[in-house]
């Protein structure tokens, strides 16, 4: 786990800087039109066009009907990436497995640099729910985030809010800082973390820390979890008190799974 924030502070390139912003508001909104663009980043038709010239010279934004999108080159950069991450033999299966057992979208989620990246994304099932593997959040607001945090040293967890802020995604997401290290405080009890259309309106998502079998303390290797829209039949907060058989099986499930794994990640 990368526990760094990016640096805050000295020189930075300012056009490089808006060509990512841009880039980053096609990733999230892709396919996207120029006009969308521009009332997003509050620049000029011209400006945008000068800015999207090399991105589109080297194949990492394509423009298709008038709208812009990832060129397929951005896959080499995020296999790479991947390629250089060591995951343990037969992780993907578990998360498929998960998936099987409890009928919902089956995601694994591990920490860089204050942001929570979504490595895998079991196939089995379809969702509506904006989770694809490569897609990042910010760490208050799923269940993955609040997994990894509630196990960071209370000093990162700092660092992290004071680097990002705790922004409002929806009108449900937590934004107060006492009020989220409480509740981390429950993650920690409970071996779980909830979230409740905190990131998205219509989503819940439930998941546990994946914690190395023969680690020291509350290392974790990253949290796997599952997706749920609200619209269907939700998923419950799980609680020590009688809780109900519906949101005591989901919550069974995914520690399970996430101490299968756990016990598969060798310790150096």
């Known amino acids: ?13 300012k056009s490089a800087e808006r060509v990512f912003e841009i880039l980053e508001v096609i990733g999230a909104k892709q396919p996207v039109s120029l006009s969308e663009l521009t009332d997003e980043l509050d ?3 011209s400006t945008l066009h000068y800015y999207l010239k090399t991105p589109m010279a080297n194949r990492f934004v394509v423009e298709e009907n008038q709208k812009y999108r990832f060129g397929l080159r951005c896959l080499e950069f995020g296999g790479t990436a991947l390629s250089q991450r060591d995951f343990p033999e037969g992780i993907e299966d578990e998360v498929d497995n998960l998936a099987e057992e409890t009928g919902q979208t089956a995601v694994l989620v591990i920490e860089e640099m204050g942001k929570a990246v979504c490595v895998y994304k079991s196939p089995l099932l379809e969702s509506d729910s904006n989770w694809y593997i490569g897609v990042e959040s910010h760490l208050h607001v799923t269940a993955f985030g609040k997994a990894i945090l509630a196990h960071l040293p209370e000093e990162d967890v700092f660092n992290i809010i004071e680097h990002y802020g705790l922004p409002q995604l929806t009108e449900y997401t937590v934004t107060d800082t006492n009020e989220l ?3 981390l405080e429950e993650v920690r009890q409970q071996g779980l973390a909830y979230s409740d259309k905190e990131r998205q309106e219509n989503v819940q998502t439930l998941a546990a820390p994946i914690i190395p079998e023969k680690s020291q303390g509350n290392e974790t290797f990253g949290t796997i979890g599952i997706v749920s829209n609200t619209d269907e039949e939700s998923l419950s907060k799980p609680t020590h008190l009688k809780a109900q ?16 794994i756990g016990n598969k990640i060798e310790v150096t």
């Open 245 to 260: 058989r519906f949101k005591e099986e989901p919550s069974n499930i995914v520690n399970r799974f996430a101490q299968i």
């Open 181 to 183: 290290i409480a509740e």
């Open 43 to 45: 620049v000029s038709k």
């Open 1 to 13: 786990m990368d526990r760094s924030i990016p640096e805050g502070e000295g020189k930075r390139i």
